[in-house]
């Protein structure tokens, strides 16, 4: 299968500044990319006018929670019967490839199988979706982020409870066997729980044996780490990928920068911002989320993540979009939030959201050039003058994964 796209403006996810050319699609990935006036041979191939329009890397999400179903309370996600979250997260897989999204990266599934099931039926291609790497549920310690059980009633939410280096260990064991990719830990609390985001409450030798047997098996581990020490935890022990982070001080940005070339991190700040901002309909007021501390959490935000970009640490977008006022295909947000709260140029937010996450996917991904996967949109504007174009699904008149057409406007399939 041959794909030529003609008459398009590259945008090509290096930051270097667009060009007008023509790209042909063979099999999986990109053939060629010609620059210019270059007419490139289309026999045999399916041709495309792109119209002027810009072509671009496909979206990829770093923060992902496909199993996600618009919950209100942790304990919804639990009390979703397992067949009915299956189905459920398979149209929310669906949802995200809908909005852009060719490869998602899992922070975390509600049930150990979840991401691994729908993975499975993605790669078979027997359902629509992203790329995806499966996460385990989010490890937690009793009292912590994802615990809900009380002494009277077993609550399930997202969270698998285990105490103690060798709980933890035989956890992580499970999640492995049972076919995740990534491993993710909650080092810290929360603001919505009552063991809040400036606490770390699982303990070093936790944190480290967690990674130590991930590693072993070839997995990665990231962690929800909110606390300053939680972060230091992180680095120290070997997390490959640390979430939110802003209250970090200048030593955990010390040691983030130092490990620069190992680690990615993610602010996950979709969440916050519309705690604050967009949740009265759910009975969150402005007063309450200012109780839970959401506008320091959005200010320290927008300190850390200024810092984050001066020393070149890579950053991924994903704002933990899943919940009901942050609803499964609103994920391109995230990239206007880089640019309007933590000083990001456009170029540089659709960096994190293309070319760096597909760093953080490990695939050859994230980029419009020779030789790579074919994952692309064609935008019907120019989203270095206005990344909002992105939240447009109409706008994202082709959707390309793996070189196969996921979605064309009417006025291109002519």
Request: charged share 25%; glycine share 10%; hydrophobic share 40%.
């Amino acid at each position: 299968m041959k794909t030529l796209i003609r008459n398009c403006v590259v945008w090509d996810g290096s930051g270097a500044a667009p060009f007008s050319a023509e790209v042909l699609v063979e099999g999986e990935r990109i053939a060629r990319v010609a620059k210019g006036t270059t007419a490139l041979s289309a026999d045999g191939a399916q041709v495309i006018d792109g119209q002027g329009m810009t072509l671009m890397p496909g979206l990829v999400e770093g923060h992902a929670h496909l199993s996600f179903c618009g919950a209100q309370r942790n304990t919804d996600l639990g009390d979703i019967p397992p067949e009915e979250h299956t189905i459920a997260t398979l149209h929310n897989a669906k949802t995200l490839l809908d909005a852009g999204f060719t490869s998602a990266y899992s922070a975390a599934s509600a049930k150990l199988r979840l991401d691994v099931v729908v993975r499975n039926e993605v790669d078979a291609g027997r359902s629509p979706g992203p790329r995806i790497r499966a996460a385990s549920p989010e490890i937690t310690v009793t009292g912590g982020l994802g615990d809900e059980n009380r002494l009277h009633m077993n609550r399930d939410s997202f969270g698998i409870v285990a105490d103690g280096p060798d709980a933890i260990a035989r956890a992580v064991r499970t999640c492995i066997r049972e076919g995740v990719d990534n491993i993710k830990l909650n080092i810290s609390g929360d603001d919505f729980v009552p063991a809040k985001g400036g606490m770390t409450v699982m303990r070093e030798e936790e944190v480290r044996i967690a990674c130590e047997v991930a590693h072993d098996f070839g997995r990665r581990v990231a962690s929800h780490s909110r606390a300053s020490n939680a972060v230091k935890r992180a680095v120290q022990c070997g997390v490959d990928v640390i979430y939110h982070c802003e209250m970090a001080d200048s030593e955990a940005l010390d040691l983030l920068e130092a490990a620069r070339d190992r680690i990615f991190v993610g602010p996950a700040i979709g969440l916050i911002h519309n705690t604050l901002y967009e949740a009265e309909a759910f009975g969150i007021t402005r007063a309450m989320a200012q109780d839970l501390g959401m506008e320091r959490c959005l200010e320290s935000s927008q300190r850390t993540y200024e810092q984050m970009r001066r020393r070149g640490i890579r950053v991924v977008i994903g704002g933990d979009y899943g919940f009901a006022w942050t609803p499964q295909g609103t994920n391109a947000r995230d990239i206007e939030h880089f640019v309007k709260l933590f000083g990001y140029s456009p170029s540089e937010a659709l960096q994190c959201a293309t070319r760096i996450g597909g760093e953080l996917m490990g695939l050859d991904t994230g980029l419009v050039q020779e030789g790579r996967l074919a994952d692309l949109l064609l935008v019907d504007g120019d989203p270095l003058r206005d990344v909002r174009v992105l939240q447009d699904a109409q706008r994202l008149c082709l959707i390309m994964k793996n070189g196969a057409v996921h979605k064309i406007a009417p006025a291109l399939s002519r």
